[in-house]
C-alpha cells in the first residue's frame, strides 16, 4: 500500500471524511465503524461497488497514492509558505535594526550635543565666579568663610 494504515487508524476521524468523500455508496454507518481497518475498507468497497476485492484493493492503493501525492503538494506549499516567512521575518529585523541603530546613532549625536551646551554653561558660570572673585576678593573671602562656618556645623551636628 502506499499509505501508512498505522496512521489512518491513528487519525481515522480526519481520513474517514475523505473515504466518505470518494466511496459515497458506502453508508455513513459503515465507515464509522471501520475504525481505519484497511481490510474492512476493502470488504466495504468490493459490497458497495460490486467489484472483486483486488479492484477494492487496487481503488484502493490509488486513493492513498492520490492522498499522498497532495500530502506532497501541500507539505511543499507549506515548506514555502514558511521560507517566505522566514524572510519577512529576517527583512523585517534586518529593517529595525537598521531603524535601532540609526535612532542609536541619533541619540548618541543628541546626547553629545547636550553634553557641550552643558559644558558651555558650566565653562561660563565658572568664568563668571572668577571674575567676581576677582574684582571682590573681601567680599569672596566672606562668602567662602560663612559658607565654610555653615557647613561645619552641618557637620558638627551629625556627631
Same mark, same amino acid.
Not at 475504525?35 to 461497488?49: F, K, N, P, T, W
Not at 529585523?93 to 542609536?104: I, V
Given at each position: 500500500?502506499?499509505?501508512?494504515?498505522?496512521?489512518?487508524?491513528?487519525?481515522?476521524?480526519?481520513?474517514?471524511?475523505?473515504?466518505?468523500?470518494?466511496?459515497?455508496?458506502?453508508?455513513?454507518?459503515?465507515?464509522?465503524?471501520?475504525?481505519?481497518?484497511?481490510?474492512?475498507?476493502?470488504?466495504?468497497?468490493?459490497?458497495?461497488?460490486?467489484?472483486?476485492?483486488?479492484?477494492? $484493493?487496487? %481503488? +484502493?492503493?490509488?486513493? @492513498?497514492?492520490?492522498? !499522498?501525492? #497532495? &500530502?506532497?503538494?501541500? /507539505?511543499? =506549499?507549506?515548506? *514555502?509558505?514558511?521560507?517566505?516567512?522566514?524572510?519577512?521575518?529576517?527583512?523585517?529585523?534586518?529593517?529595525?535594526?537598521?531603524?535601532?541603530?540609526?535612532?542609536?546613532?541619533?541619540?548618541?549625536?543628541? $546626547?553629545? %550635543? +547636550?553634553?557641550?551646551? @552643558?559644558?558651555?554653561? !558650566?565653562? #561660563? &558660570?565658572?568664568?563668571? /565666579?572668577? =571674575?567676581?572673585? *576677582?574684582?571682590?576678593?573681601?567680599?569672596?573671602?566672606?562668602?567662602?568663610?560663612?559658607?565654610?562656618?555653615?557647613?561645619?556645623?552641618?557637620?558638627?551636628?551629625?556627631?
Amino acid at each position: 500500500m502506499d499509505l501508512d494504515w498505522n496512521s489512518i487508524e491513528l487519525n481515522w476521524g480526519k481520513y474517514k471524511e475523505l473515504v466518505r468523500e470518494k466511496w459515497r455508496r458506502i453508508p455513513q454507518e459503515i465507515i464509522d465503524d471501520l475504525q481505519g481497518s484497511r481490510d474492512r475498507l476493502i470488504d466495504a468497497i468490493s459490497e458497495s461497488y460490486d467489484v472483486t476485492r483486488e479492484q477494492a $484493493l487496487r %481503488e +484502493l492503493s490509488d486513493w @492513498a497514492a492520490d492522498l !499522498r501525492e #497532495r &500530502a506532497g503538494v501541500q /507539505a511543499e =506549499r507549506a515548506a *514555502r509558505a514558511r521560507a517566505e516567512a522566514a524572510a519577512a521575518i529576517r527583512r523585517l529585523a534586518d529593517q529595525t535594526s537598521g531603524q535601532a541603530a540609526a535612532r542609536s546613532a541619533a541619540g548618541q549625536r543628541r $546626547l553629545a %550635543e +547636550l553634553r557641550a551646551v @552643558a559644558e558651555h554653561g !558650566r565653562d #561660563r &558660570a565658572v568664568a563668571r /565666579a572668577q =571674575r567676581r572673585v *576677582r574684582s571682590q576678593p573681601g567680599a569672596a573671602l566672606l562668602i567662602a568663610f560663612g559658607i565654610g562656618m555653615l557647613l561645619g556645623g552641618f557637620v558638627g551636628r551629625r556627631r
